[in-house]
């Protein structure tokens, strides 16, 4: 029952051990927000673990080329990294997006659906022009339709092993189980808490 936790833990403070050099020899991989941030690291890592080709997204051109050109720079990866235009903020650009990439990529290896916007308490809310909060609508609806629309084709281009992974928050992870556990283990406040719901 701790072992999730526990886990949780060590990750958020000890650095996991990397995987074996070459570990992506010959592999495809898509990276959605993959110019800037944990996608741009993310396009770093697999690059330098000898993927054949890294395939990011932006939402325009020249951010893409930019972070492309910075990749092929701190990597041997020339020729290895290609840009996509991927807007979120409509599930109409999503469908899109899915249609090109499902007709112009013949193979992938994995697809890490990263894109996504953080706002903090406080922040003026912004609409999508779907007529959703624009976290909702980038970080949950337009992930989750990319994801499902992507599965035929994963199947079929990834060959039967392909990987579909997501960015997620280990910290609100981590934290909601540390509440959990508080809350097992602390009657007075659980009472208090239920009080308050
Ligand atoms: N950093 C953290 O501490 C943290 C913690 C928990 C979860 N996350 C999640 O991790 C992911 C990456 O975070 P990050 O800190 O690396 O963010 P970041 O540096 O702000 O990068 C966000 C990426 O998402 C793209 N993006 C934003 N809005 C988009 C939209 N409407 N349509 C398509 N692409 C869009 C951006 O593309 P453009 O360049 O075109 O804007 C950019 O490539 C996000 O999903 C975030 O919610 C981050």
């Known amino acids: 029952m701790l072992k999730l936790p526990y886990k949780l833990y060590r990750n ?6 990397l995987p074996p050099a070459n570990s992506l020899s010959g592999q495809t991989i898509l990276i959605t927000g993959g110019n800037t ?26 951010k893409g080329l930019a972070a492309k050109a910075q990749l092929e720079t701190q990597t041997t990866g020339t020729g290895k990294v290609q840009v996509m235009l991927l807007d979120m903020s409509t599930l109409g650009a999503v469908k899109e997006f899915a249609d090109q990439v499902t007709r112009e990529v013949k193979v992938i290896d994995v697809v890490y659906l990263n894109a996504g916007v953080q706002n903090f ?3 003026a809310p ?6 959703w909060e624009e976290t909702l609508q980038v970080n949950a609806w337009s992930t989750v339709l ?12 990834g060959r039967g092993k392909a990987r ?11 934290f909601f189980c540390l509440l959990l556990l508080l809350l097992h283990s602390s009657r007075t406040l659980s009472t208090y808490v239920l009080d308050v719901v």
Do not use: E, M
Request: aromatic share 12%; glycine share 10%; charged share 10%.
């Open 126 to 131: 912004t609409v999508s022009k779907d007529g």
């Open 12 to 17: 958020k403070f000890y650095i996991p051990s």
């Open 164 to 174: 579909l992974s997501f960015t997620g928050s280990g910290s609100k992870f981590f």
């Open 146 to 157: 990319l994801g499902l629309l992507l599965l035929p084709w994963l199947k079929v281009a």
């Open 37 to 62: 941030g944990l996608g741009f690291a993310l396009a770093l890592h697999c690059l330098n673990l000898n993927a054949s080709l890294v395939i990011i997204t932006t939402r325009t051109t020249a």
């Open 121 to 123: 308490p406080g922040y």
